[in-house]
């Protein structure tokens, strides 16, 4: 069964860093493109960043610059480095997984971790 366990969320003031780390089931972890999306209260989920199986990385224009994704090959782990927080970086962050035989199901999904920025 492929799971994906995400950590690190948490209560930070503005300005402040949180990690994310996301653990992938190692079945599947070698071929995907892992993703961090977050979903804030009343708005669509969103793509924060992602990184692909051979480590080439995107992130949403709100966060470049702020956020780093990064992922562990050895551990199957794909962690967010979160720095200079803002309130409206306030959401639930989900991380997720595709392999090139998930991606038109979209893949595999956790269950989620908050995190609250404090202006």
């Known amino acids: 069964q492929v799971q994906l366990v995400e950590s690190g969320g948490g209560m930070v003031q503005s300005g402040g860093s949180l990690r994310l780390s996301c653990a992938v089931s190692k079945i599947i972890f070698v071929f995907s493109d892992v993703g961090w999306y977050r979903q804030a209260p009343g708005k669509p989920r969103e793509m924060v960043a992602i990184?692909?199986?051979?480590?080439?990385?995107n992130y949403a224009d709100s966060v470049k610059g702020r956020f780093t994704i990064s992922r562990d090959n050895a551990k199957n782990t794909v962690s967010l480095q979160m720095n200079s927080l803002k309130p409206e970086d306030t959401a639930v962050y989900y991380c997720?997984?595709?392999?090139?035989?998930?991606?038109?199901?979209?893949?595999?999904w956790g269950q989620g971790t908050q995190v609250t920025v404090s202006s």
């Open positions: 997720n997984a595709i392999t090139p035989l998930t991606k038109p199901s979209g893949g595999f």
């Open positions: 990184i692909t199986s051979s480590s080439n990385a």
